[in-house]
T-cell receptor, first 111, second 112 residues
Framework: GENVEQHPSTLSVQEGDSAVIKCTYS??????FPWYKQELGKRPQLIID?????GEKKDQRIAVTLNKTAKHFSLHITETQPEDSAVYFC??????????FGTGTRLKVLA | SQTIHQWPATLVQPVGSPLSLECTVE??????LYWYRQAAGRGLQLLFY??????ISSEVPQNLSASRPQDRQFILSSKKLLLSDSGFYLC???????????FGQGTRLTVV
């Protein structure tokens, strides 16, 4: 089955700087990689996703890159703002029905 | 888009008491449904998933059980709660592992 590792577990950046979170996966058949943001006490919500037929996807200040050969994908947040502070989870499919989530990264944006 | 209704939002239960958490889904049909548990400051642990009425797959053996009596209803139960059952329980809905998962608001369970 799929195994997803996520690093770092915590990340502090100055407001305006960039943040990068990386995940590795084990199943070469995986073809869909979402990123979720979870604010304190709230539910995870999808912020961006990428499918294996593309190498990069951008949505304003957020981008995701995928390296299928190395089996890793990364979340990039540019020009960070205090409201970006949250826990971010990556995920990958395990089989047809299950999502395997990474262990999460707590991002703190320091004003 | 899908809407996941999950209740209650918070719950305090004594050790040994029963549990029933309900999740209903709107805006989709034949969804795959999931129960996750999140301990404080931790990741998402998949407990159960269901691909159809009456079909339940258990991921972690423990004193919890799940049922799906209707297409868009998913119930998490326990006959006797343990202290270790405390956590944030999230119901999720999706159309397969290659599409977005939608989460409910979650139930924060404290077992005392």
């Amino acid at each position: 089955g799929e195994n997803v590792e996520q690093h770092p577990s915590t990340l502090s950046v100055q407001e305006g700087d960039s943040a990068v979170i990386k995940c590795t996966y084990s199943d070469s058949a995986s073809n869909y990689f979402p990123w979720y943001k979870q604010e304190l006490g709230k539910r995870p919500q999808l912020i961006i996703d990428i499918r294996s037929n593309v190498g990069e996807k951008k949505d304003q200040r957020i981008a995701v890159t995928l390296n299928k050969t190395a089996k890793h994908f990364s979340l990039h947040i540019t020009e960070t703002q205090p409201e970006d502070s949250a826990v971010y989870f990556c995920a990958a499919p395990s089989g047809t029905y299950k999502y395997i989530f990474g262990t999460g990264t707590r991002l703190k944006v320091l004003a | 888009s899908q809407t996941i209704h999950q209740w209650p939002a918070t719950l305090v239960q004594p050790v040994g008491s029963p549990l029933s958490l309900e999740c209903t889904v709107e805006g989709t049909s034949n969804p795959n449904l999931y129960w996750y548990r999140q301990a404080a400051g931790r990741g998402l642990q998949l407990l159960f998933y269901s691909v159809g009425i009456g079909q339940i797959s258990s991921e972690v053996p423990q004193n919890l059980s799940a049922s799906r009596p209707q297409d868009r209803q998913f119930i998490l139960s326990s006959k006797k709660l343990l202290l270790s059952d405390s956590g944030f329980y999230l119901c999720a809905s999706g159309q397969g592992a290659r599409t977005e998962a939608f989460f409910g608001q979650g139930t924060r369970l404290t077992v005392v």
